[in-house]
Nanobody
Framework: QERLVESGGGSVQAGGSLILSCVAS????????MGWFRQPPGKEREFVAA????????WYGDSVKGRFTISRDNAKNTMYLQMNSLKPEDTAWYYC????????????????WGQGTQVTVSS
């Protein structure tokens, strides 16, 4: 059974950094795309970043470009999200996901999701 488990969330002050991890098991890392999405309080889920696992191509949402970096360690079946220069508007539940979406930012195309990890950024 495919499974994703996120970790690394927490509370940080604006300008700080966090690293989120997503460990895949049961074949979840074999999917073509892995992505990070987030859901701020009271808002819709939004795309953060995605990686094409076989080749390492990456994409980012406009609000995190230049601040966040997605990466993966194939040997550890783990995906990471390095988050720098955090802002209060980055506060959200962060979810990792895997699948074969038609478009990397389309969350409907991801069919395996982790339970989420909460990130809170204070001003």
């Amino acid at each position: 059974q495919e499974r994703l488990v996120e970790s690394g969330g927490g509370s940080v002050q604006a300008g700080g950094s966090l690293i989120l991890s997503c460990v895949a098991s049961g074949g979840a890392f074999a999917r073509n795309y892995m992505g990070w999405f987030r859901q701020p309080p009271g808002k819709e889920r939004e795309f953060v970043a995605a990686i094409f696992v076989p080749a390492g191509y990456t994409w980012y949402g406009d609000s995190v470009k230049g601040r966040f970096t997605i990466s993966r360690d194939n040997a550890k079946n783990t995906m990471y999200l390095q988050m720098n220069s955090l802002k209060p508007e980055d506060t959200a539940w962060y979810y990792c996901a895997t699948g074969r979406p038609n478009y990397y930012s389309d969350y409907l195309g991801y069919d395996t999701w982790g339970q989420g990890t909460q990130v809170t950024v204070s001003s």
